[in-house]
């Protein structure tokens, strides 16, 4: 991890001392973190940013830990830590099952979370390292994308994309010849099911070609009117 992708941390707790205390502690630790006191604004900042992890309280206001947890699985496979004052088996079955990837239990020392939070980022890396190699290089035309490194090239040039350029144009290429509305691009590179607006694609799509595209010469990417966009071969 080098030291401008930090990862980034959402703590959702309503307890306001525990919430800094959790906040100080991980901004000691070189994670950037925000913290929200209520499930509805959680929720929220979950559907809006990408986060890295998200430690979620279970006794919230607005709207409990479960109902948040359960609203951001079917949009982003975010990693979600929970933390709550209950021990009981039941709700750390029910946190899993509305899909939180582990549980810590309140009080706990900071130490463990730390722990946690490295044991977890272990295992996504793993993961990801593990996908890559199964599926190393995508190719369209003379651009390449290797996955493992997030590098991507038109001929030996290496192109500089965001984060969200990056999503976007990989999706593309690893969908060519079918034509991507906007909204389901929107579902997929942003994870937005609704509310947003479309145009953002379009912006997104103009960003991109600027980068990729050669002057004087046709865009990678083709505007399907009325529709959306789709490389073809
Ligand atoms: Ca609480």
Known sequence: MTEKDKQRV?????????????????QHEGYETAVCHDGRTGLEMALEEDWDVILLDL???????????????????????????????????SGLDQGADDYIVKPFAIEELLARLRALFRRIDHEEEQRAQQQPTVNYRDLSIEKANRIVKRGEEV???????YELLLFLMEN?????????????????????????VDVYIRYLRNKIDLPNQDSYIQTVRGTGYVMRT
């Open 10 to 26: 959402l703590i959702i707790e309503d307890e306001t001392n525990l919430a800094g205390f959790v906040e100080l502690e991980l």
């Open 59 to 93: 006794m919230l206001p607005e709207l409990n830990g479960l109902e948040v947890c359960r609203r951001i699985r079917p949009v982003k496979d975010t990693p979600i830590i929970i933390m709550t004052a209950r021990d009981s088996v039941m709700d750390r079955v």
């Open 159 to 165: 192109i500089d994309l965001t984060k969200r350029e």
């Open 176 to 200: 060519v010849n079918m034509v991507m509305s906007r909204d389901v691009l929107l579902e997929k590179v942003w994870g937005y099911t609704s509310e947003v607006e479309t145009n953002v």
